[in-house]
DNA sequence: TTGTAGGCGTTATCAG
DNA sequence: CTGATAACGCCTACAA
């Protein structure tokens, strides 16, 4: 194989700019800028001899001489930790789709869980250009938050409902809904809970669940077991391989993540675990599988889209209309499938 | 929840610029914008006087006067079907993470399967300053190629090995990988084989498939039983909820994306099929949870990620160096796992 | 409704 | 090694 592109072909006739258009047209820039901005003070006969001239001239605005005059990017910079995990693209996907119907374009960046990377990446996107920034979740590097202020660069964490950082957040109550997902299992009869959840280092979201589901099981003489483990199926498998092996007799496990639902649906099936007949099992997230995974799983709905759009929107309208953006917590609510049983109901 | 954001606090000094350095450092704007570039031609005393002033001043090079005065944006533009599902997103993380290590940003736009949506996107990311474009496939409007072709814009395609449009493509051969999982489920002694794949419309790649598939058929005298779905888990269990209702006696489904082998896997469960004893199961692309599933799926894997670095190589050499960009075909290979079985297998 | 002219922040081409 | 100055392509008062 070796078809190879080639970079200078016929020597095409250089891009033509407002100046050739108004040599063309026997107009002046000014008013062929204004036909591009939508001026309403140009006649319709000017404007659509323009939009022709335009047209067989294949004319392209240039960004960057716009944004230069304006000071306007219309780029706005998001770092998550990781996009191949399916909850983080489902929200870029969003926003991504709100940003374009806007006229904004998203840019995107990845920290792996690293705050320090998270900085680095969130001021290279800066100095990109981009005019506002998304970041995921509440903590983050004094330096980055120094910064945003300093430099009154707009930015909006996702995935949490408060920050005591300053900056707005617009997401959903950890806490609150993990509590939700424990007061569903604890009504189900269940008193000792297995955790399975990713990394606490660098992620609060996580953190947040953990100190939801803790202080319920405080008040609800709830026993717990935390396996910590990776933020993928293998993590999953590997959680539940630990607790079947140790054999605590927890009746329910609660993962803090679908994805690690899966793996613990997986290593299930592999020790002969019927679920929920021996083990009621729970997730978070409410991936496009858990409705149709077998048996379906029992989980708490993020909305993620939502999410992702009401931040994209808050963003446009802060950009262009100078409207503040509000700390926002949206709703996640328990869906309840098969995957969850009273406790000791196999006993009839 | 109303913690709010505001937008003007206290009227920050205006942002400094090269000439404000100038003044700052009694040097001249030809010499800040010389360290700002790492000429070498800027004695060390000077460099070092100016990048003290520069960290004191909070200096940040404005992109887009960069770019309008080199005419180069260092902004690549992939436009994907979807960016939600798993594949498509660990593509964009190596692509993104591979640009970023060259100083150069990634932004991403999504066309939902539909070319005439996909142009529009693109044509967007170029208005936006892209300077070269990723596509999937080799599927692409008319107009889309002859405008790439008359702009000169650089553009690769990506899970492909060749295209008939005279765009370069990095990726994988599918007829012959196709084949690959034909002639490894033929070896087992299957010879009534269903596929489940997605949609067929405007997704070249899958066609490819279909293709080999029936081409190795043709020549092994294998029984075929297609079942198109959504390429989604539901997808999946549709699927083989249809081929197991129909009974028509297929030993082993092939399916043409891991995430419709998930659904495939459910809809065993829930029907009490095991895999591999009475049907097996095979996918393709080998993501994260393949290993791991219960049985562990036999999968072809795509160099997914390898096609992403390489992509993103190949673009930053061509605008950074001209060097051409080749068409090149990654190697993917068979993944055996417990997934699938010599067929009548069960019988012993 | 349309035109003129200056400026946006950098780079790059000359001289010195 | 450093400095003056003209682009880069577009926007936007201010005029007409």
Known sequence: MRIVQKMDTTPIKKKPGVRALAKATGLSVATISRVLNNSDTVSKDTREKVQRAMALAGYRPNSAARALATNRTRVIGAVVPTISGSIFSRFLNAVEGELAMHGYALVIATSGFDLSVETKRAHELLSMGAEALILSGAQHEEGLLDFLNASNTPAICSSVSATTTGLPAIGYDNIKTACIAMDYLHGLGHSK???????????????????????????????????????????GTRG??????????????????????????????????????????????????????????????????????????????????????????LDASLVVRDSTACCGSSIV
Chains 1, 2 share one sequence.
């Open 240 to 329: 539940a391989a630990r607790i079947f092996a140790q054999n605590g007799g927890e009746t329910a496990i609660l993962c803090l993540s679908d994805i690690l639902a899966l793996g613990v649906f997986f290593e299930a099936g592999r020790c002969g675990i019927s679920i929920p007949k021996d083990v009621s099992v729970m997730g978070f997230d409410d991936l496009d599988w858990a409705a149709h995974a077998s048996p379906s799983l029992t989980t708490i709905r993020l909305p993620t889209g939502t999410m992702g759009q009401r931040i994209a929107k808050a963003l446009v309208d802060l950009l262009d209309n100078k409207t503040p953006v509000e700390t926002r917590a």
């Open 193 to 235: 809970i297995a955790i399975v959840h990713g990394p606490l280092a660098n992620n609060d979201r996580t953190r947040l669940r953990i100190q939801g589901v803790k202080s319920f099981a405080h008040g609800h003489k709830v026993q717990l077991l935390f396996q910590e483990t990776d933020l993928t199926v293998e993590g």
